[in-house]
C-alpha cells in the first residue's frame, strides 16, 4: 500500500477499536473477540516491509477486523442491526455471527491464495484453489476448537463470546458459512486479486 493508504487504513482501525472499546456490553467477551484484530494488525506491521500484501488483502483484513470489533462492542448475539433483521423476517436468532464466519473463510482465502502464488507453492489453479478452501476450512476448525477451549476455561461467562444461541447446529453453520465465504471469494475476486499481483511479482 503506497504511504497515504496506509495511514487511511491505521486512522480507520485506531478509530473502530477506540470506538468498540467505548462502553462495550461486557468488557471481558470485548477482549476475546477482537484479540485477532489485535494480532493481525501487529502481524501485518512486522511483516509489511519485507512482505507487503496487495491492496486487496489489506482491504478486506481491515474489513474483517471491523466485523470482529463491532461484534465485541455488542457482543455477536445483540448487534442492534440483525436485531432488527431478526424481528422484520421472524427468525429465531441475531445471525450477525455468521456473517463474521463468513468473513473467516472470505478473507483468509484471499491471504491463503496471496501466499501461495507469491510463494509458488502450487502450480495449476484448480490445485491452488483445493488448498485454499482446505486452508480456510482448518483455520475455522482451529477457531470452534479455540471458542470451546475458552469456554471450558471460563465457564458460564463464555456464553457471549460462543454466541451460539441455543443453536444446537452451531458449530457446524459456524464452518459451513466459512467454507462458502472462501469459496465466493475466490469465484468472485480471482480475477482481480491477479491484476494487483501481476503489479507486484517481478517479470
Known amino acids: 500500500m503506497k504511504k497515504h493508504t496506509t495511514t487511511c487504513w491505521v486512522a480507520i482501525f485506531i478509530a ?13 467477551t470485548w477482549f476475546l473477540e477482537v484479540i485477532p484484530a489485535l494480532v ?3 502481524v501485518l506491521a512486522v511483516t509489511r516491509k519485507r512482505h507487503s500484501l496487495t491492496s486487496l488483502a489489506y482491504i478486506l483484513i481491515l474489513a474483517h477486523c471491523i466485523i470482529l470489533m463491532v461484534g465485541g462492542h455488542y457482543t455477536y448475539a445483540e448487534v442492534p442491526l440483525f436485531n432488527w433483521i431478526r424481528d422484520a423476517f421472524g427468525l429465531a436468532r441475531n445471525n450477525y455471527d455468521k456473517v463474521g464466519h463468513l468473513a473467516q473463510g472470505f478473507v ?12 509458488n507453492v502450487v502450480n495449476g489453479r484448480i490445485w491452488r484453489h483445493f488448498l485454499v478452501v482446505c486452508f480456510c476450512l482448518a483455520f475455522s476448525a482451529l477457531y470452534e476448537l479455540v471458542e470451546w477451549w ?21 458449530t457446524q453453520s459456524d464452518m459451513a458459512m466459512a467454507l462458502l465465504g472462501a469459496i465466493l471469494a475466490l469465484l468472485l475476486l480471482s480475477r482481480v486479486h491477479d491484476r494487483q499481483l ?3 511479482l517481478p517479470t
Open 16 to 28: 473502530v477499536l477506540a470506538w468498540s472499546a467505548t462502553r462495550p456490553a461486557d468488557t471481558f
Open 40 to 42: 493481525a494488525v501487529v
Open 108 to 119: 483468509p482465502a484471499i491471504i491463503a491464495r496471496e501466499i501461495l502464488i507469491r510463494a
Open 150 to 170: 475458552v469456554a471450558l476455561l471460563i465457564g458460564d461467562s463464555a456464553e457471549a463470546f460462543l454466541g451460539t444461541q441455543g443453536y444446537v447446529w452451531d
Open 198 to 200: 501481476a503489479r507486484l
